[in-house]
């Protein structure tokens, strides 16, 4: 969980061109850090690709903060495991 | 010195019609330009449709040896041109110095980038050759144009994207205003791109089925190509050789958002200045305006801006003033939307029915103007604004009237 | 023109390096910033020499937040808008913001990153596009990022037509003052050195044969010429009215007296070159200057084979009869092909040689071509100069010139 908070928040960082110090776990990414849609676009490729997840536009709405994220990624991470044992 | 401006000539190759009158009969009817996009493989994009001109056959209007060495913009330019300087009834230029081109474009030939690409990955850089490095530039439709004619005046190509088109027309209002042309072949082409399509994708901005500008329930842009070609002219030259007068250009607007590179204002503070300037410049009041042909990409922000930005501009007379979308029919063409769209415009105030926002279902309580749902209009149209809204928040606004000898 | 338009102020980035200063000082000394490339593999066009902007660090120069998903174009653009604006001593102010805009040429600017991200497309899928690269794409983005570093709200356009493409674009910047449009316009171009735009050069048989000295590589009007030696670059004059210059005690550099355009419909398709003078005397029309009124002429003639024959031939019969006192220049000789960066470049050395009374040497020059009919200084030459013509054009028949008068 650590790991995986902590590579979001570098994601963030690097997509954001922020510093990781800035991004508090509950930061808001929006209205905190001034990260606008197509910085959230881009934060939703990366996530895709690295994690090898589907994220749809719907999903890209709970992006609010580097917690929210991790716990998107988890659920869909979840549900690939899920989907590979069968 | 400040000539006056007319148009005497159009053209247009657009997914609902190709030649001018088979545009307009597809455009007062609401006809669906959208379609599956066949001209590359599509299989990976999420959403696969457009406006693909696909009964295009460039061996119509053009030799061979013409065909073999341009590509699909530059095709679509000449044949718009060819169809607008004939509409002029300018057969030939008796001072070729006197007349140049300005036409806008985004890729200019994303066709032959991409074959390029595609011998790039197969064989690496060393396998393109010169038959298609000598094709790709993005002024090249602008020169063909030229050549076809034999202009040897200015020959400009913007890159203006979405709003390249009402730049070509601003910039070409503005040489012949100024008395360093006569008459300038102006307007915008562009051909289907699969980075285009992929990257707007990309950015989750493209609609699956249909376009639906202003409605509740839109979900994004279409992608499209074409050509759209006006000739303009110095008025007294227009007077003199007893052209046919479409409508003048009476005024040119532009402005920036300075706020995003893809995404506009929320405020709408480009737009609002552009409408703003273009009406200034023509003197036309706020009470004359007849009808806004809108950029109306179908995003949800573009749509919401605009018509907040028509608002803010029109005050209590928006509400009046009939908006559509002809992007809801044809897709949005890019560097030839605007281009387009003046030709609409044009012939808007010549025939005098307005075209409709088609697909429109349910209406948006923050996109609240009239929209001319579904069916065309019939109603006198004196003048008209039209707007194109492009990255990085570019504004550009056209403002033509119905040409009026008295008027000064 | 009505109103006057002067220049005050000039945003650099050069083969010599980012700055005014450095660039000025190099083209005085006759200097070459042709090199071997370093930034990509160049052996499968020949491994020529060209003029790569070194050890490129925007970050040293401007604050951008998101600076490091800008490709090497709008790099290269936005630091030379953010030193234009230092030079002029903009003042940036809200409301002169909504009256500021930027032109800028290209040629090929978004070429590197257009098939980047087809190549990554068409390999690697859909799923692998970044969306942050795909607004690099599109050509215009580069001026876009300008307005968003800046805050500027006038209007922003890029243009394109060949390689006198800055030139076009000082055009534009020029017009859209004289109409009321804006009343400052940062105004130039830009071309990075990228394998693709090299393999279009290289493919379309336009590059110099490869040669291990600046001499052989970039000759222009010499016999012996045998190609262009491309370049890379951003460059932007800063255009106002006269009146607003002077209300701020702005530092007039120069005046833009006319400006024309023109095209030659025969020689796109054709081989045999012919005079290219049409944008030349289109210039002097629209400046109601006579062609003895001019001093220099900053040619833009850069070693093509065709390309300088033709401005050649245009300069000897559009200056027919004054040619005697006529001296020209050829600036790329110095720097290489610069595309889009070359016309504001050929304004800065123009302007600051009419301040410090001196031509500029055009080097590699070993024997003159027989169709130069005219002039060419091979060493640094003090000389009063008041009025230049700044020429560019190209094998595709499309040409713009400017006349700069000396303030």
Same mark, same amino acid.
């Given at each position: 969980m650590e790991t995986l908070k902590a590579e979001i928040r570098s994601m963030v960082a690097r997509v954001g061109d922020l510093k990781e110090a800035e991004i508090g776990d509950d930061t808001d990414l929006a209205n905190d850090l001034r990260m606008d849609s197509l910085q959230a676009l881009e934060l939703l490729a990366e996530l895709e690709n690295h994690f090898q997840i589907e994220i749809s536009e719907e999903q890209l709405r709970r992006f609010t903060s580097v917690n929210n994220i991790v716990g998107l990624v988890e659920e869909l991470c979840g549900q690939n495991a899920a989907s590979m044992v069968q | 010195m400040s000539n006056r401006v007319v148009i005497t000539g159009l053209g247009a190759v657009t997914?609902?019609?190709?030649?001018?009158?088979?545009?307009?009969?597809?455009?007062?009817?609401?006809?669906?330009?959208?379609?599956?996009?066949?001209?590359?493989?599509?299989?990976?994009?999420?959403?696969?449709?457009?406006?693909?001109?696909?009964?295009?056959?460039?061996?119509? @209007?053009?030799?061979?040896?013409?065909?073999?060495?341009?590509?699909?913009?530059?095709?679509?330019?000449?044949?718009?041109?060819?169809?607008?300087?004939?509409?002029?009834?300018?057969?030939?230029?008796?001072?070729?110095?006197?007349?140049?081109?300005?036409?806008?474009?985004?890729?200019?030939?994303?066709?032959?980038?991409?074959?390029?690409?595609?011998?790039?990955?197969?064989?690496?850089?060393?396998?393109?050759?010169?038959? $298609?490095?000598?094709?790709?530039?993005?002024?090249?439709?602008?020169?063909?144009?030229?050549?076809?004619?034999? $202009?040897?005046?200015?020959?400009?190509?913007?890159?203006?994207?979405?709003?390249?088109?009402?730049?070509?027309?601003?910039?070409?209002?503005?040489?012949?205003?100024?008395?360093?042309?006569?008459?300038?072949?102006?307007?915008?082409?562009?051909?289907?791109?699969?980075?285009?399509?992929?990257?707007?994708?990309?950015? @989750?901005?493209?609609?699956?089925?249909?376009?639906?500008?202003?409605?509740?329930?839109?979900?994004?842009?279409?992608?499209?190509?074409?050509?759209?070609?006006?000739?303009?002219?110095?008025?007294?030259?227009?007077?003199?050789?007893?052209?046919?007068?479409?409508?003048?250009?009476?005024?040119?607007?532009?402005?920036?958002d300075a706020y995003h590179i893809t995404g506009p204002h929320p405020r709408g503070i480009g737009a609002i200045r552009a409408m703003e300037s273009a009406l200034a410049e023509s003197k036309i009041t706020l009470d004359q305006v007849d009808y806004i042909n809108a950029h109306g990409t179908g995003t949800p922000a573009n749509d919401k801006v605009e018509s907040l930005a028509i608002k803010e501009v029109f005050k209590d007379r928006a509400q009046q003033i009939p908006v559509s979308s002809i992007k809801s029919m044809l897709g949005h063409s890019m560097g030839a939307?605007?281009?387009?769209?003046?030709?609409?415009?044009?012939?808007?105030?010549?025939?005098?029915?307005?075209?409709?926002?088609?697909?429109?279902?349910?209406?948006?309580?923050e996109c609240d103007l009239d929209y001319v749902p579904n069916t065309s209009r019939e109603q006198p149209v004196n003048t008209v604004i039209s707007n194109a809204l492009a990255f990085g928040g570019n504004c550009a606004v056209l403002a033509l009237r119905k040409f009026d000898n008295r008027v000064n | 023109m009505k109103p006057r338009i002067v220049i005050t102020g000039f945003g650099v980035v050069s083969p010599f390096g980012v700055g005014k200063q450095v660039f000025w000082s190099k083209?005085?000394?006759?200097?070459?910033?042709?090199?071997?490339?370093?930034? @990509?593999?160049?052996?499968?066009?020949?491994?020529?020499?060209?003029?790569?902007?070194?050890?490129?660090?925007?970050?040293?120069?401007?604050?951008?937040?998101?600076?490091? @998903?800008?490709?090497?174009?709008?790099?290269?653009?936005?630091?030379?808008?953010?030193?234009?604006?230092?030079?002029?001593?903009?003042?940036?102010?809200?409301?002169?913001?909504?009256?500021?805009?930027?032109?800028?040429?290209?040629?090929?600017?978004?070429?590197?990153?257009?098939?980047?991200?087809?190549?990554?497309?068409?390999?690697?899928?859909?799923?692998?596009?970044?969306?942050?690269?795909?607004?690099?794409?599109?050509?215009?983005?580069?001026?876009?990022?300008?307005?968003?570093?800046?805050?500027?709200e006038g209007f922003s356009s890029t243009v394109s037509s060949g390689l006198s493409n800055g030139l076009a674009a000082v055009k534009l910047a020029a017009q859209m003052i004289v109409n009321g449009r804006a009343r400052a316009v940062l105004a130039g171009g830009v071309d990075s050195l990228t394998l693709e735009t090299l393999v279009q050069f290289y493919a379309a048989g336009l590059l110099a044969k490869p040669a291990t000295d600046g001499a052989a590589a970039c000759s222009p009007f010499d016999k012996d010429r045998s190609g262009i030696s491309l370049a890379e670059g951003a460059s932007f004059a800063v255009l106002e009215t006269y009146e607003q210059a002077a209300a701020r005690g702005a530092t007039i550099h120069g005046e833009i007296l006319g400006c024309g355009s023109a095209f030659d419909p025969k020689a796109v398709y054709r081989l045999n070159p012919e005079a290219n003078g049409g944008a030349m005397s289109a210039a002097l029309e629209n400046s109601g200057l006579s062609p003895g009124s001019i001093d220099f002429v900053s040619a833009g003639a850069n070693g093509g084979v065709s390309g300088d024959k033709m401005e050649a031939l245009g300069i000897k019969a559009v200056f027919k009869g004054v040619l005697p006192r006529l001296k020209v220049g050829a600036m790329k000789s110095m720097t290489g092909e610069c595309q889009g960066a070359s016309g504001a470049l050929q304004i800065c050395a123009a302007c600051l040689g009419m301040q410090e009374g001196v031509i500029p040497p055009t080097i590699n020059l070993r024997e003159k071509d027989a169709d130069c009919d005219f002039e060419i200084a091979t060493e640094l030459q003090k000389a009063n100069i008041n009025t230049v013509m700044v020429c560019g054009s190209d094998n595709s028949g499309l040409g713009t010139s400017l006349i700069i008068g000396k303030q």
């Open positions: - | 997914p609902i019609g190709i030649g001018t009158d088979e545009f307009w009969q597809g455009m007062i009817a609401g006809k669906n330009g959208i379609s599956e996009i066949t001209a590359f493989d599509t299989s990976s994009y999420p959403h696969r449709r457009g406006g693909q001109i696909k009964n295009f056959d460039p061996a119509v @209007f053009l030799e061979p040896e013409q065909i073999e060495r341009i590509g699909r913009a530059s095709q679509l330019a000449i044949v718009a041109s060819k169809m607008a300087m004939g509409d002029a009834g300018i057969t030939h230029l008796s001072n070729p110095r006197r007349v140049g081109v300005s036409l806008g474009t985004t890729y200019g030939e994303p066709g032959i980038l991409e074959q390029e690409d595609d011998l790039w990955i197969t064989g690496g850089p060393q396998s393109i050759g010169s038959c $298609v490095a000598l094709k790709n530039s993005s002024y090249l439709p602008a020169i063909n144009v030229a050549v076809e004619f034999g $202009v040897e005046g200015m020959v400009e190509t913007l890159l203006n994207a979405c709003a390249a088109g009402n730049c070509a027309i601003g910039y070409a209002f503005d040489q012949i205003k100024m008395g360093c042309l006569d008459v300038v072949i102006a307007g915008g082409a562009e051909g289907m791109s699969r980075v285009g399509l992929a990257g707007f994708n990309r950015l @989750f901005a493209v609609a699956p089925e249909i376009c639906q500008p202003f409605d509740k329930n839109r979900k994004g842009m279409m992608l499209s190509e074409g050509a759209g070609v006006l000739v303009m002219e110095r008025l007294e030259h227009a007077v003199a050789r007893r052209a046919s007068i479409y409508a003048e250009v009476a005024g040119y607007g532009v402005s920036c939307a605007s281009a387009i769209e003046a030709v609409a415009s044009a012939l808007v105030i010549k025939r005098g029915v307005i075209p409709p926002t088609i697909n429109y279902q349910d209406p948006d309580p | 083209v005085k000394a006759g200097a070459s910033g042709l090199k071997p490339i370093s930034t @990509f593999d160049a052996s499968g066009c020949g491994s020529p020499l060209a003029g790569e902007v070194e050890d490129f660090r925007p970050e040293q120069v401007i604050k951008y937040k998101g600076l490091s @998903f800008l490709d090497r174009t709008s790099k290269l653009v936005c630091t030379a808008a953010q030193l234009a604006v230092d030079d002029a001593g903009l003042e940036l102010t809200r409301e002169a913001k909504t009256r500021t805009g930027v032109v800028l040429g290209t040629t090929h600017g978004s070429l590197h990153s257009f098939s980047t991200f087809d190549r990554g497309l068409m390999t690697k899928g859909f799923a692998s596009i970044s969306p942050l690269l795909f607004p690099n794409t599109v050509p215009n983005v580069p001026a876009g990022h300008v307005t968003l570093m800046l805050g500027l």
